[in-house]
């Protein structure tokens, strides 16, 4: 369920969104509002509520050399379900599936978080992760995503934390009830 979940934010989102640069689409658009690097977007029906972003730099290295890779949409949310009660989850979706039985390290300032992974997505492992990852990105400036595919590519992504407190918590005022 967890996946369903999460695979609609990301097509509700990437209609919304497009590469880099957040824009308006035009037909149809659930983004409510946009914090510097960070939008906000609510579902009704249930009723969901997301935080997310695109990195702003991106480095794919194997065998400790840059390569260049096919990569799709590259995202981390935090997402709010009232109904499921599941307030404040941390995700990272890397554009590619995720090598088996790996993780993704989660460098904001001086700590590190995991995220376990499954197919294309990754989570904390519990509520009590995603609130220290949330309250170290509220007080960070960064946070770098490593991770490595099933076909061995490593990869780093850079999330720019601008923003970010503003939009968690519009997000979590508008699915508190």
Do not use: H
Request: proline share 2%.
């Amino acid at each position: 369920m967890k996946n369903w979940l999460v695979g609609a934010l990301a097509i509700s989102t990437l209609t919304a969104i497009g590469g880099a640069a957040y824009a308006q689409d035009e037909e149809s658009t659930n983004r409510v509002n946009a914090e510097t690097d960070w939008s906000v977007f609510v579902e009704d029906d249930p009723t969901q509520c997301w935080v997310v972003s695109t990195p702003s730099e991106t480095v794919n290295t194997r065998d400790g050399r840059v390569v260049a890779v096919n990569r799709g949409e590259i995202l981390m949310f935090v997402s709010f379900w009232p109904s499921a009660e599941r307030l404040g989850e941390v995700s990272f979706t890397g554009g590619y599936p995720f090598a088996d039985g790996s993780t993704v390290s989660v460098d904001i300032g001086d700590t590190t978080f995991e995220l376990f992974t499954e197919g294309e997505m990754a989570w904390a492992a519990s509520g009590a992760d995603d609130q220290r990852i949330i309250t170290a990105m509220k007080r960070g400036a960064s946070a770098v995503l490593t991770a490595r595919s099933a076909r061995g590519t490593q990869t780093q992504d850079t999330f720019s934390l601008l923003g970010f407190t503003a939009a968690v918590e519009d997000a979590e005022t508008r699915c508190a009830g």
